[in-house]
Structures are given as C-alpha cells and as structure tokens.
C-alpha cells in the first residue's frame, strides 16, 4: 500500500520476485511536483486500491523506468495512466516493448528545476539515473545503493552478504564488475554529492532519514577513488 516518507514524496512497498526464488524488498517512489502533477519513479505492480490513493494525491503525469532493471511495470502503469508521459533509460528501446518514451537526458534539470536528473556514466550495462527532489531535499536511486536489513526467506540474505549490500548502505560489488570507465562513473557521482540532499530513497532497502550525503560518499568510496584529484577533493 501507499505510504507517506515526507511532504510531497510517498513509497510503494512490496517483494519483488526474482529468478531462483529469490524476493528483494523494492519500493517505487511518488513524487508531487508543483501544479499536483504526479511522478511515478522505478514503478511495481499497483493495484486497484493502491491507483485509487495516488489519484487522491494529485494526477499521474509522468512515469519513470530509471535504469535497465528498473522497467518491469512501466508499460503496464501507463496503461493505467495512458495520459502520463514515460521517461526511460535511453538504453531501454529494446526491452519497453515498443512503449513510447522520452529518453532521460545524461543531466539536466526537469520541470523547472522541481527534479534534477543525473546519469551514472561509464556503468553502461545499468544506465542508472539518479533524482534530485530539491523541495524535500531528497535524492532517489534504484540500485545505485542498498539499505536492506531485512527481507523474505534465507537466499537474499545470503546473496547481499555475498554482494556486501547487507544490513548496511553499501554498493553491490556487482558494480565493480559493471563498471566500464571508472573515472567517468567517479565524475558523475561527484556531480551527484554536489546536490544538498539529506534524505536518500533507494529502490531496495531501509530509507535514510538524514546525513544522506556523507553516508553515500562512504558508500561509493571506492568508485570515487577513481576519479581525477580535483574530483576527489570536492567530494564531501
């Protein structure tokens, strides 16, 4: 069900099935923007009561399928919403099943300046897009990083421990092996600790309340090592 995380910024909550039998804890975010407009980040399966209590907050206007694992209930929200426009990956021509979308840009400001977007280059295999909600002071991600201190049966666990993601913030070690130019992933995330967030959403895992910001840099010490000195210096 729908639930509130802060002013203008709710979650959906629920496991999301994966291959093996496996079921990690995943959350779609909705963030208001001005107007009452409506965006549904990183969607999961929503339900008739569910769709109900978001009309309530305002009007679906756009849908977010922000990475190339991050797609799975695009097309069938904006069945649910045909009105709403759907922002995408770049990456995702192929698997959105011939769903019209506009691509995400690499960085930039969206709807006036009420969303910032920011791509993770040099990960191209994820193409992940991280958020900037500046009202909240929240940024949203889907598998940049993982919270997640509990979740149903006993292979997840052992699959985040095994990928360090487990009962902390942390980065899968699955990035290491994702990541093609290192320096280039380093640059983005310095781009990224620019922005004045305290809250951190992610797609998987516990939501961090504040001190947002110096928990990522943790988080992501090792792909900002990699970045050029200059980089490195203006990270927190």
């Known amino acids: 069900m729908l639930h509130a995380i802060a002013t203008d910024l709710w979650a959906i909550e629920a496991a ?11 959350r779609a975010t909705i963030l208001r923007v001005s107007g009452d407009r409506l965006v549904v980040h990183s969607p999961l399966a929503i339900d008739d009561d569910t769709a109900r ?50 691509p995400l840009p690499s960085s930039s400001s969206l ?22 909600h500046p009202t909240s002071r929240t940024l949203v991600v889907t598998d940049l990083v993982f919270n997640v201190h509990a979740c149903p049966g006993f292979g997840m666990p052992i699959f985040l421990r095994l990928v360090g993601a487990w009962k902390k913030l942390a980065q899968s070690r699955m990035w290491r092996f994702a990541t093609k130019d290192r320096a280039a992933a380093a640059a983005s995330v310095a781009d990224v600790l620019a922005w004045d967030f305290d809250r951190l959403v992610m797609a998987h ?32």
Do not use: M, N
Not at 16 to 22: A, C, E
Not at 113 to 121: A, C, M, P, T, W
Not at 210 to 227: I, K, V
């Open 16 to 26: 999301l099935r994966l291959p093996g039998g496996l079921r990690l804890p995943s």
């Open 111 to 132: 709807l006036g300046g009420e969303l910032l977007v920011r791509r993770i280059d040099g990960v191209p295999g994820l193409d992940e897009h991280v958020f900037f």
């Open 205 to 236: 895992g516990d939501v961090i309340e504040s001190g947002a910001r110096e928990g990522l840099a943790e988080a992501l010490h090792w792909l900002r090592a990699g970045a050029p000195r200059l980089l490195s210096a203006a990270s927190p």
């Open 53 to 102: 209590a978001i009309d309530a907050l305002g009007e679906v206007s756009f849908i977010v399928a922000p990475s190339c694992f991050h797609h799975l209930y695009a097309a069938r929200t904006a069945s649910r919403w045909p009105k709403a426009q759907v922002l995408g990956a770049p990456s995702l021509a192929k698997k959105l099943g011939g769903l019209p979308f506009d």
